[in-house]
Antibody, heavy 122, light 105 residues
């Protein structure tokens, strides 16, 4: 079955960096576009970033553009999110998600991980 | 931008529950609905505004197109306690609505 497991979260000071990972299994990872979504404490879901199935197309929410980088290693079935210049408002549970169909990205998300917590605090 | 109403509701088991979602621009039928329980991964319930995801009970349904959408639970069950989100995927912002928290009266 499809499984997505995030890791890499932690406590970091403002201005610091973290690298999140999402290990995928149970499907052909290289055929699916992937997303990162976050949920701040007590708040709703916020879309963060998209990467196409081949890694050639990437898109970011305005709130993280220029500070976050998304990448993937299809040989290791792993998705990454590099978080730089972190701010307190980036504190959230970060979840990875897979789209419903292969070789496209304007699609809903049918599989999600349970998230990794990032806390930005001095 | 996506708006949702109500932000929360309390209903009895067996009640019909309706949530509305409005887009700030025409998104045709590129709308999905998710159920999110605390500590769990969000679950896709409906996509393309009205198509039930495989394995989702038929008491969940959706309708609408353009800018106005509706999500319905025809007979609320205790296991439906969760927060429900709409999301558009018509453009690259993949915007979520603010969520509707549903609990049992």
């Amino acid at each position: 079955q499809v499984q997505l497991v995030e890791s890499g979260g932690g406590v970091v000071q403002p201005g610091g960096s973290l690298r999140l990972s999402c290990a995928a299994s149970g499907f052909t990872f290289s055929h699916y576009s992937m997303h990162w979504v976050r949920q701040a404490p007590g708040k709703g879901l916020e879309w963060v970033a998209l990467i196409s199935y081949d890694g050639n197309f990437k898109y970011f929410a305005d709130s993280v553009k220029g500070r976050f980088t998304i990448s993937r290693d299809n040989s290791k079935n792993t998705l990454f999110l590099q978080l730089d210049n972190l701010r307190p408002e980036d504190t959230a549970l970060y979840l990875c998600a897979r789209v419903t169909l292969t070789f496209d990205w304007l699609l809903p998300f049918d599989s999600w991980g349970q998230g990794t917590l990032v806390t930005v605090s001095s | 931008q996506m708006t949702q109403s109500p932000s929360s509701l309390s209903a009895s088991v067996g009640d019909r529950v309706t949530i509305t979602c409005q887009a700030s621009q025409d998104i045709t039928n590129s709308l999905s609905w998710y159920q999110h329980k605390p500590g769990k991964a969000p679950k896709l319930l409906l996509y393309d505004a009205s198509i039930l995801q495989t394995g989702v009970p038929s008491r969940f349904s959706g309708s609408g197109s353009g800018t106005d959408f509706t999500f319905t639970i025809t007979s609320l069950q205790p296991e439906d306690i969760a927060t429900y989100y709409c999301q558009q995927y018509d453009n690259l912002l993949f915007t979520f609505g603010p969520g509707t928290k549903v609990d049992i009266k």
